[in-house]
């Protein structure tokens, strides 16, 4: 296969079921990829730090859904931010703490976890003040 040419690869069906990791190995290089196998659709938006989470096929709103939030700090440091449930709508504010530390995160990485649907990790960046 010639260089930087991009090719697709099925995922056998006995891991779409899953969270697996894919990694490809050709010519001393390595590649990996993680596949989340849910039934999520999370709609992110950074200006407000929220996030809504709905079933993907019906679009109906997933309450009680885990939501934890870490933050990459400007200094490179990475620390647990936040974490809770989302409401009867589906949404959660990931960015709103009552200490002032929003000032200091370069980037929000946010687990999305709920027992029926699945799992998936988003990123985002903090809303601007």
């Given at each position: 296969?010639p ?32 596949y ?6 999370v ?29 990459r ?9 936040k ?28 687990l ?7 799992a998936?990790i988003r ?7």
């Amino acid at each position: 296969m010639p260089a930087g040419e991009n090719h697709v690869f099925a995922l056998p069906e006995k891991y779409r079921e899953g969270n697996v990791m894919i990694e490809i190995e050709a010519g001393g290089v390595r590649k990996s990829k993680t596949y989340y196998a849910n039934r999520l659709q999370v709609e992110m938006t950074e200006s407000y730090g929220r996030v809504r989470v709905t079933e993907d096929k019906t679009a109906k709103p997933l309450s009680s859904t885990y939501v934890k939030v870490y933050a990459r700090m400007n200094d490179g440091r990475v620390k647990f931010y936040k974490d809770g449930y989302t409401d009867f709508r589906g949404k959660f504010d990931y960015a709103s703490l009552n200490t002032g530390q929003l000032d200091g995160v370069d980037r929000f990485a946010v687990l999305v976890l709920d027992e029926q649907a699945g799992a998936m990790i988003r990123e985002a960046k903090p809303p601007k003040q």
